[in-house]
């Protein structure tokens, strides 16, 4: 069982739409909560982070811890065309410091 | 801020050859910097972890002779594959943390290394 499990989608959804990207694990030692946003061929860039569990909001993301369940989400209102891209979640007992454990990524597609 | 970037973007050798590739964080000071590989379609595999001033933590499975680390500075640090082979074509990517930046990494653009 990988420690980290994303489903690699691909995910298409109209302009406009709320769209729920989600992650489960299995380690308990995992502190701090990641999701990057990767464009083809480039590197993930950082999106946003969260500490144990919790809601955080930034724009029209939303990142959702649930600790309990092991449980990780991502949420884009209003998507754009332009949030098409490879989501990655990503989780470390010791923040960026340390070994960060990725999940394999979802691949979202905006429709116009 | 927390600009983190690659050099080369793309790079073509010989098997046989060496190849270095540049990792430079731009406008903040990194004590740690992380390499990893990515193939298509799937996630990205940490290779190793760089310490400034240190020897580089190397990830199981991974040759520490074939992918030479060095890093020098806080800002730079340089991946070295030697004796590339095809089965090295990838892509490669650098990371760096930024301790006043908050807990994440952040990652360079990535280096498509293709061996003939």
């Known amino acids: 069982q990988k420690e980290v499990e994303q489903d690699p989608g691909p995910l298409s959804v109209p302009e406009g739409a709320i769209v729920s990207l989600n992650c489960t694990y299995s380690n308990s030692a995992f502190q701090y909560f990641m999701w990057y946003r990767q464009y083809s061929r480039k590197g993930p860039e950082l999106l946003m982070y969260?500490?144990?569990?919790g809601n955080k909001e930034d724009g029209r993301f939303t990142a959702q811890v649930d600790k309990s369940s092991k449980y990780i989400s991502l949420f884009i209102r209003d998507s754009q065309p332009s949030d098409s891209a490879t989501y990655l979640c990503a989780m470390s007992a010791a923040g960026g410091y340390q070994k960060v454990t990725f999940g394999t990524g979802t691949k979202l597609q905006v429709i116009p | 801020g927390a600009v983190v970037s690659q050099h080369p973007s793309r790079v073509i050798c010989k098997s046989g050859t060496s190849v270095k590739i540049e990792c430079r964080s731009l406008d903040f000071q990194a004590t740690t910097m992380f390499w990893y590989r990515q193939f298509p379609k799937q996630s990205l595999m940490l290779m190793a972890t760089?310490?400034?001033?240190?020897?580089?933590?190397?990830e199981q499975g991974v040759e520490k002779d074939k992918f030479l680390i060095n890093h020098a500075s806080l800002t730079l640090s340089t991946l070295t594959v030697t004796s590339a082979h095809p089965e090295d074509s990838s892509f490669y990517i650098c990371?760096?943390?930024?301790?006043?930046?908050?807990?994440?990494?952040?990652f360079g653009p990535g280096t498509r290394l293709t061996v003939t």
């Open positions: 760089s310490n400034e001033g240190s020897k580089a933590t190397y």
């Open positions: 990371s760096a943390t930024d301790l006043a930046g908050g807990p994440g990494q952040y």
């Open positions: 969260t500490y144990s569990s």
